[in-house]
């Protein structure tokens, strides 16, 4: 058995660095361990004083590199799933180079022969040549059409059903390959469902709604323990109605959800993505919210029957002031965090490691550098940037290009 012994480091973790501390992997079983035997073959590799961090997380990601995760349908192929499969396996070691280890490939609302097709491949994995999939999100269809944002209207429905959730996604799909799932309380049998949902190991995040605080709080009460992208396809906060928002500091309950927010600069005003960090920093959880476009040149491009225009990190759909998603990666938002709220590095990392693997219930597994826990790392300058990948152990060289968010956000 090999081992290695990273040293002249500083860990980052539980929002906390630190100094000086050594951390040892098991590099056949890929995780990491509390010490290593002794006569043990051991690697050392010295961090020259920089950061190591638990592998990022990201919970709401839409597409990479051109592959839209819910892009297959029912007339797909074998041929068609096959292909399919070999371009996510190679977009998903490439999107492992921005410091993402792991996430949620997320489905947005669709038709029941597409999730039949795109779930399954999305089954949670451990890989050290891509970025694992801990399960998809599954971003409706139950939502409120006044709130659609880009989602397809013909695919939305309600859950009158008791059977709707499996008629929809299909049973096998939910007990084995869901990991989030996001809906609106306010649509008729949402409600109800949330335990049914909780059972079966999955997230239930509030999102793409016009529920009002008493609603949400329902929700919540019922087992409901997120909110989707906070701000963005939801009513905006008033002193005297809150709506979602005010769920996040909510003093009716003693569990207030965890809220992902995407600070790229253009979904959310930099000014109130601190109000909701500094609101709430341990249930804080920083998302790309990615579409299929990021990695790629700017430029129109071709969306089922929508065309969308890529400047930098920002798309809209073509011809309107419609946001069409994101593509700033993940190291971004979080340096962008820093900058904003001014939150040390330990902080901001936290809301891309521990708090999104504690949401989910990976946290044996992912999102920390205790011993069992997988060896998928990030060594970071004090800056942020990611100058070094572990995936299981295995290095990974980075790409992470400064593109800051602009100081107003484009609204």
């Avoid at 361990?33 to 709401?60: F, R």
């Avoid at 349908?73 to 068609?80: A, F, I, M, V, Y």
């Avoid at 959880?285 to 990190?313: C, F, N, R, S």
């Avoid at 011809?319 to 904003?340: E, H, I, S, Y």
């Amino acid at each position: 058995m090999s081992y290695t012994k990273f040293t002249n480091t500083h860990l980052c973790d539980n929002g906390v660095l630190y100094a000086n501390t050594d951390l040892y992997v098991d590099n056949d079983k890929g995780i990491i361990v509390d010490d290593i035997p002794a006569n043990a073959k051991v690697s050392i590799v010295d961090l020259e004083g920089n950061i190591l961090a638990p592998g990022y997380i990201d919970i709401q990601n839409n597409g990479i590199y051109g592959l839209n995760f819910s892009s297959l349908n029912g007339e797909s192929t074998l041929e068609d799933v096959k292909q399919f499969k070999n371009f996510y396996k190679d977009c998903m070691n490439k999107y492992l180079k921005t410091g993402v280890t792991s996430m949620c490939p997320t489905v947005t609302s669709n038709f029941p022969e597409v999730y039949e097709k795109v779930l399954p491949i999305y089954q949670e994995g451990r890989s050290r040549e891509q970025c694992d999939s801990l399960g998809a999100h599954i971003e409706g269809p139950f939502i409120n059409i006044k709130k659609k944002g880009c989602h397809p209207p013909e695919t939305f429905v309600d859950a009158k059903s008791k059977s709707k959730l499996e008629e929809v996604y299909g049973e096998e799909n939910l007990i084995n390959n869901v990991c989030i799932l996001t809906a609106a309380p306010e649509i008729d049998g949402v409600l109800e469902l949330i335990p049914k949902i909780k059972l079966k190991n999955i997230t239930f995040s509030i999102g793409h709604t016009t529920s009002d605080y008493q609603t949400g709080l329902k929700a919540v009460e019922s087992g409901a323990t997120m909110v989707t992208h906070l701000y963005n396809a939801m009513p905006q906060p008033h002193h005297r109605d809150v709506g979602v928002v005010g769920l996040i500091t909510n003093p009716k309950t003693e569990q207030t959800p965890y809220f992902g927010l995407i600070s790229d600069g253009v979904h959310v005003d930099p000014s109130m993505v601190t109000f909701a960090y500094r609101s709430n920093p341990d249930k804080c959880i920083l998302v790309t919210d990615a579409m299929h476009l990021i990695g790629l040149p700017d430029g129109t491009y071709k969306w089922d029957q929508q065309e969308i225009t890529k400047t930098g990190p920002i798309l809209y759909l073509k011809g309107t002031k419609t946001l069409a998603g994101a593509a700033t990666t993940l190291p971004q938002c979080v340096r962008n965090l820093m900058k904003w709220a001014n939150v040390p590095l330990a902080k901001a990392v936290k809301t891309v490691t521990n708090t999104p693997s504690i949401s989910i219930g990976k946290q044996d597994c992912k999102g920390f550098l205790n011993a069992g826990c997988d060896a998928d790392l990030v060594v970071l300058d004090t800056k942020g940037f990611v100058k070094k990948i572990y995936k299981l152990g295995k290095l990974v060289k980075p790409i992470d290009e400064d593109h800051p968010g602009k100081l107003m956000a484009a609204l």
